[in-house]
């Protein structure tokens, strides 16, 4: 019974968390009061883990400032997470980017995935790299284009 009530309450809190994986720059939004006032304060670098599942699944962003990394986790279904921007996409062959902790520099940076969309396709397809080919005339075809 409590199993089902669980997974009844996730049903209803579900937010679109499926939106960024692994990799992504990401832009998080997060609601901070101070006081009286709440302001909204943005947190953005690459997503490097996610783990847990349901409600109580969390985000691990990283970024640098002033020369040093800065790693904050954040509960996913957190209503301090006002929106979660992705910026830009990565491939990724991990399903954590711990490794990235040790790199200085340029060498942090990911490889952009590149992502072509229609209006009417939600799902994002994969480009595959290189030109297209097109076919070479036959010499016969050659010949008698010339003339």
Known sequence: MSQELIKHVEELSKKE???FEIGDTVNVHVRILEGDKERIQIFNGVVIARSGRGTGEMFT?????????????????????????????????????????????KAVRLKE???????EDIKPKIRKRGRKKTPKPVAAEAAEATE
């Open 17 to 19: 968390t499926d939106r």
């Open 61 to 105: 962003v990283r970024r640098i400032v002033a020369g040093e990394g800065v790693e904050r986790k954040f509960p996913v279904m957190s209503p301090r997470i006002a929106k979660i921007e992705v910026t830009r996409s990565a491939v990724v062959r991990r399903a954590k980017l711990y490794f990235l902790r040790d790199r200085v520099g």
């Open 113 to 119: 995935r590149r992502i072509e969309r229609k209006a």
